[in-house]
T-cell receptor, first 114, second 114 residues
Framework: GNSVTQMEGPVTLSEEAFLTINCTYTATGYPSLFWYVQYPGEGLQLLLKATKADDKGSNKGFEATYRKETTSFHLEKGSVQVSDSAVYFCALRSDGGSQGNLIFGKGTKLSVKP | EPEVTQTPSHQVTQMGQEVILRCVPISNHLYFYWYRQILGQKVEFLVSFYNNEISEKSEIFDDQFSVERPDGSNFTLKIRSTKLEDSAMYFC????????????FGDGTRLSIL
């Protein structure tokens, strides 16, 4: 079945450091891929998405490229800020039939220190 | 920006009681979802709802659970005979369409079963 695997956290970085959170997936067909972010005490917010191979999603300085050959969708940011501290979830949505539900990874907690 | 709203933010209930979690999806959205996140675990899909009927449900969504759209704005999740293991964060989400369309999440209801 479809699944998402993302790197275990927590990840602790200093402000302005480079961030990578790895995400790989298993799916049939051509799923859409998403990164969601959950700030403390809040719900899930869509951060970025990509719907086909080689698409790059970007938002708020974060980027992720849909790599079908490596079944990956790694999240990157060149210079993190304290305000980026949150839990990040990689997710996929199947392209088949009525499969509208999102399948999430376990989440990676990011803490950015000043 | 339109939001998905959920009430209550925190619900404490005795084991064996029934609870109803409420959600108001974004007004022009047609697809509605419930997800669950047990503390420290991944976000899990429960059920999707479209055109006044369940379109998909997971193995978690057994006879203990039901969903309803009682009027034009609310979308509810009912849990009968609650168990300790039902304690979790429950997220409602909605989207305009399926496929690549992102799902917009509420802030969640924290359900604590005593």
């Amino acid at each position: 079945g479809n699944s998402v695997t993302q790197m275990e956290g927590p990840v602790t970085l200093s402000e302005e450091a480079f961030l990578t959170i790895n995400c790989t997936y298993t799916a049939t067909g051509y799923p859409s891929l998403f990164w969601y972010v959950q700030y403390p005490g809040e719900g899930l917010q869509l951060l970025l998405k990509a719907t086909k191979a080689d698409d790059k999603g970007s938002n708020k300085g974060f980027e992720a490229t849909y790599r079908k050959e490596t079944t990956s969708f790694h999240l990157e940011k060149g210079s993190v800020q304290v305000s980026d501290s949150a839990v990040y979830f990689c997710a996929l949505r199947s392209d088949g039939g009525s499969q509208g539900n999102l399948i999430f990874g376990k989440g990676t907690k990011l803490s950015v220190k000043p | 920006e339109p939001e998905v709203t959920q009430t209550p933010s925190h619900q404490v209930t005795q084991m064996g009681q029934e609870v109803i979690l409420r959600c108001v999806p974004i007004s022009n959205h047609l697809y509605f979802y419930w997800y669950r996140q047990i503390l420290g675990q991944k976000v899990e899909f429960l059920v999707s709802f479209y055109n006044n009927e369940i379109s998909e449900k997971s193995e978690i969504f057994d006879d203990q659970f039901s969903v309803e759209r009682p009027d034009g704005s609310n979308f509810t999740l009912k849990i009968r005979s609650t168990k300790l293991e039902d304690s979790a964060m429950y997220f409602c989400a909605s989207s305009e369409r399926q496929g690549a369309q992102p799902q917009h999440f509420g802030d969640g209801t924290r359900l604590s079963i005593l």
